[in-house]
């Protein structure tokens, strides 16, 4: 999948950052906090700048994810959605899965089982 690859640590989190050709995919490991989820807010809308148009998030090792983390998501979900991007997650935590839950937003973000489905649609140019 990876034609480049960065890693940045930020805090209690890691993203290790890879992109093939318009599609951005980020690893988040760690959690996804205050602090942390402004970081990944800003990443993005620096990415939404050099025109990437899709971004998959695997939130596989996301230990845990708070309100201001949700806030970024439903944030950067909403931002996409608005100027016609596609962001996806795929491989969601059982912890990050159940706090969508909880707050009734497991139906807001398009989630998909694993990497190969959504690039799938991505590369199709299908919208999620």
């Known amino acids: 999948m990876h034609n480049s690859i960065e890693t940045v640590i930020i805090e209690d989190?890691?993203?290790?950052?890879?992109?093939?050709?318009?599609?951005?995919?980020?690893?988040?490991?760690?959690?996804?906090?205050l602090?942390?989820?402004n970081e990944l807010k800003g990443l993005i809308l620096k990415m939404i700048k050099k025109k990437i148009e899709?971004?998959?998030?695997?939130?596989?090792?996301?230990?845990a994810v708070n309100s201001s983390g949700i806030g970024a998501l439903i944030y950067l979900?909403?931002?996409?959605?608005?100027?016609?991007?596609?962001?996806?997650m795929i491989n969601v935590s059982e912890g990050v899965q159940k706090a969508f839950e909880v707050t009734k937003l497991e139906d807001y973000f398009p989630i998909f089982?694993?990497?190969?489905?959504?690039?799938a649609l991505f590369e199709n140019r299908s919208e999620l």
């Open 13 to 33: 989190m890691k993203l290790i950052l890879g992109r093939k050709n318009d599609i951005f995919l980020i690893e988040i490991t760690g959690k996804l906090q």
């Open 54 to 63: 899709y971004f998959i998030l695997n939130m596989k090792n996301v230990r």
């Open 113 to 119: 089982p694993d990497l190969h489905t959504v690039l």
């Open 35 to 37: 602090f942390d989820s």
């Open 77 to 88: 979900s909403s931002t996409a959605k608005k100027m016609n991007l596609q962001i996806a």
